[in-house]
């Protein structure tokens, strides 16, 4: 599709450029001249803006689409901004509108603003800009310009397409017992560790993906068995994806890669002609977490205005490979948008950083460029980052290692309530670091680390368990870790979902008839018997005991007794609750109810009985099914494992708790002290965690792009799969290290430091076995 308009067509310019600034300059300072270049540009420039970290990317972005608005005169309901998350999607959205009525209500009261103009002025609706994630606006798109006399798709969530995965792609033919898929799956996962059911539908759901973001030569893909037991494999993937995509096609439904794919599918064929007329701005934030059928959207959206978009993104910050990111998408932008439009766009680098000091700049930029190999695949001629004038040095950056890890656990839990709870921690320079006493909290400070998760894979506690032991021991501090541990080991989901099943299904009676359930059984009955235990002690909550048993009894037409022939397994749920208070009254509490929550509305969305048990003693087989299906599709999704807390589910973090992330989910985020773990996880060389420090060869991302990739246009990666992995490494120390604002601290083992002997990425180690920071260590210890 290509735009019918020569040139996009811009209605009347309101107000000049210097009007904009003045208005802007009454409530904020204004931009710099890095960001200042990128507003400025014409609205039909073609942007490439590389931003590190902490530069202000979005407000360039907000500034330059109101300018749009504003100064070039271009209909607010014709621009498109798009970023990677919810949360920045709707931050960005409030900036633009808040900015935006803020600058109107300023030229409003400028008297070198002519009266027609304020006019017109009052006109502006900004609230009709397109903003969201790709997802998002995809939906919007499909709902709001669909054929006439059709309707729009129905969503399917991740919960959704994971239990529809299960249950269509895995249970159905036994495919989850077949020794050739499980065998070919557990090569791509390479580690035995933590592998059952819902690992193998993670994999089969990001080949789905990937089927269509890398958009795959899929019957090419499915041919390439290199032997018998490979190409059985294969055949069963194809067969598990064929009838998951049967399951969604009869209930109307798409995931989120079918729904992106249906709107590239609309663009080129011409069916979406209003809205492609429509527009005449793109603007993409994050653009090194997009994939190619995300970056296909977007060039056939810029089709429309004559290649008119904008990419805002930085190559350093892609973390997330295992999602289907392509970083090569951002990092070489300049030449792919020159492929498709025939000419390159500006590139702007925004490289002032105003959320950290001095010091963390300098850490930053260093360990950006001390390994050489990572140099050739960052952005051409990208320069350091600088710091914001009269900028602090700041506090040094700071080491904190010990000889085991439970001595660094008691000393970090010690130097944790000192800065917060105390009169502050005194550092070897005379520094003092203290907590804010105006508003600041423990929620100030975050402990980053690979893995959140308390227990190591031979079931020994980690640094996030120690240290939530030792700040409850000594402190009033508490942790907000909701990933810490496998959902199906935590206590209160295994008392909860057991009572859930006690209550549906006593003694397991229907529960044994279902053969499909052969391997989530043992969960369940360790579920079962941690209940009982808890129902029948004697500190179980009152009324416990007698509101299981009731449920567990449940007859309408039993004489004295009221009992709904049909009843929603919320009604089950919620009356539970009363009897789990930490389940509604703690954060961490709270994240887990919300997946047993989800997990029924994706029950009620796929199943018959729509999430209700029917209760009919004249006809025991219908009450009988209703059961089947709950155990079948709410409570096995979150038994097996398929279903967990994920980022999405933790939207916000308590200010009260020290709050413990993996790397990933702190990007976007920024902390006055951050806590990176850099080692506490190694005492020596060994093989088994060197995936996670100094890698010998590609990971499950890395595997699964070796066996894609050779199936799509990209074609085989040019770099093997270590270097990727070292590249990733480096990417994710990169973004740890570009968190906080005045402290950062790297917390680890003695072998770990520079001059010890374990080999570690995150301590300042090259890919050519070469410590950088032996004999010049870049931190002081305490």
């Excluded at 805002?312 to 070489?332: H, I, P």
């Excluded at 004038?389 to 010990?402: C, E, H, K, T, V």
């Excluded at 590609?698 to 990666?717: C, F, I, K, V, Y």
């Amino acid at each position: 599709m290509t735009s019918t308009n020569p040139v996009p067509q811009y209605s009347k310019s309101l107000i000049t450029l210097n009007d904009f600034y003045r208005a802007y300059s009454t409530f904020r300072k204004l931009p710099n001249d890095e960001q200042a270049q990128a507003i400025a540009q014409p609205p039909d420039a073609p942007l490439f803006i590389v931003a590190g970290p902490g530069t202000g990317k979005t407000t360039c972005l907000s500034l330059r689409i109101l300018k749009l608005i504003l100064v070039d005169g271009i209909l607010p309901k014709a621009i498109i901004a798009t970023t990677f998350t919810k949360k920045a999607a709707a931050e960005l959205r409030s900036r633009i509108l808040g900015w935006g009525f803020q600058l109107i209500e300023a030229l409003q009261a400028d008297p070198e603003i002519a009266e027609p103009t304020k006019a017109q002025l009052t006109k502006v609706d900004i609230n009709q800009i397109l903003t969201g994630t790709i997802d998002s606006l995809c939906e919007q798109i499909l709902r709001d310009f669909r054929d006439p006399a059709t309707q729009p798709p129905i969503l399917a969530d991740d919960f959704v397409s994971k239990t529809l995965l299960l249950r269509a792609g895995l249970f159905n033919n036994r495919r989850d017992r077949d020794s050739d898929l499980d065998e070919y799956l557990l090569g791509i996962q390479g580690a035995k560790w933590g592998w059952n059911i819902g690992k193998k539908v993670g994999l089969l759901q990001v080949i789905w993906d990937r089927r269509f973001q890398d958009r795959i030569d899929w019957d090419s893909f499915l041919a390439s068995g290199t032997s018998e037991t490979e190409q059985s494999a294969l055949n069963q993937i194809g067969a598990a994806i064929a009838d998951y995509q049967k399951e969604l096609s009869d209930r109307l439904m798409v995931d989120f890669a079918l729904l992106e794919y249906e709107v590239l599918k609309r663009l080129q064929a011409g069916k979406l002609t209003e809205f492609f007329h429509q527009i005449q701005i793109v603007l993409v934030d994050e653009y090194q977490d997009t994939n190619p059928l995300q970056e296909s959207i977007y060039f056939e959206l810029a089709k429309a205005c004559n290649g008119a978009i904008a990419v805002v993104g930085d190559d350093d910050q892609s973390l997330y490979r295992f999602r289907g990111a392509t970083v090569e998408l951002f990092s070489n932008f300049s030449d792919r948008y020159e492929t498709v439009f025939g000419n390159k766009p500006t590139t702007i680098f925004l490289r002032t950083n105003y959320r950290s000091t001095q010091n963390i700049i300098q850490f930053v930029n260093n360990y950006a460029t001390l390994d050489l190999s990572y140099q050739t695949v960052r952005v051409k001629n990208k320069p350091s980052l600088l710091p914001r004038p009269n900028a602090d040095a700041g506090i040094p950056i700071l080491g904190m290692f010990r000889q085991d890890m439970d001595t660094l656990a008691k000393d970090l839990a010690d130097f944790i309530a000192k800065v917060f709870r105390d009169d502050g921690y005194t550092i070897p320079d005379g520094n003092t670091i203290q907590g804010n006493s105006a508003g600041g909290d423990v929620g100030d400070c975050a402990l980053l680390c690979s893995s959140p998760a308390e227990y190591n894979s031979s079931g020994n506690p980690r640094l996030p368990l120690l240290l939530r032991q030792k700040l409850a021991d000594n402190s009033t501090i508490e942790v907000f870790n909701p990933r810490g541990q496998d959902l199906t080991e935590i206590e209160v989901v295994a008392q909860f979902g057991g009572l859930l099943l006690e209550c549906l299904d006593p003694a397991g009676a229907i529960e044994t008839t279902i053969r499909d359930l052969n391997d989530i059984v043992p969960v369940f009955t360790k579920w079962r018997e941690i209940a009982i235990d808890l129902a029948s002690s004697p500190n179980a909550p009152n009324g416990l005991l007698a509101f299981a048993q009731s449920w567990a009894e449940r007859n309408p037409k039993k004489a004295g007794f009221r009992w709904s022939p049909s009843v929603p397994v919320l009604e089950l749920i919620y009356g539970l609750l009363h009897y789990f208070p930490f389940l509604h009254d703690d954060p961490e509490g709270q994240i887990y109810l919300e997946v047993f929550t989800r997990q029924v509305s994706a029950c009620q969305q796929v199943g018959k009985f729509s999430g209700r048990i029917i209760t009919d003693p004249d006809n025991s087989s219908l009450a009988e099914a209703s059961v089947k299906e709950l155990l079948r599709n709410f409570l096995a999704p979150i038994a097996s494992g398929t279903v967990k807390v994920n980022e999405d589910l933790m939207e916000a973090f308590p200010r009260d708790r020290l709050s413990i992330l993996s790397i990933h989910q702190s990007k976007g985020l920024e902390f006055p002290l951050t806590i990176v773990d850099v080692g506490s996880d190694f005492k020596t060389n060994h093989h088994a965690h060197k995936f996670k420090r100094f890698p010998e060869k590609g990971g499950t991302p890395h595997t699964m792009e070796d066996l894609l990739r050779p199936h799509t246009d990209l074609n085989a990666s040019s770099r093997n799969g270590r270097d990727r992995t070292f590249d990733d490494l480096y990417r994710q120390y990169f973004v740890a290290y570009s968190r906080p604002q005045e402290v950062l601290l790297l917390v680890g083992l003695n072998p770990t430091l520079p001059e010890d002997r374990v080999s570690n990425v995150a301590t300042g180690w090259n890919r050519d076995n070469k410590s950088t920071w032996r004999g010049n260590r870049p931190f002081i210890e305490i």
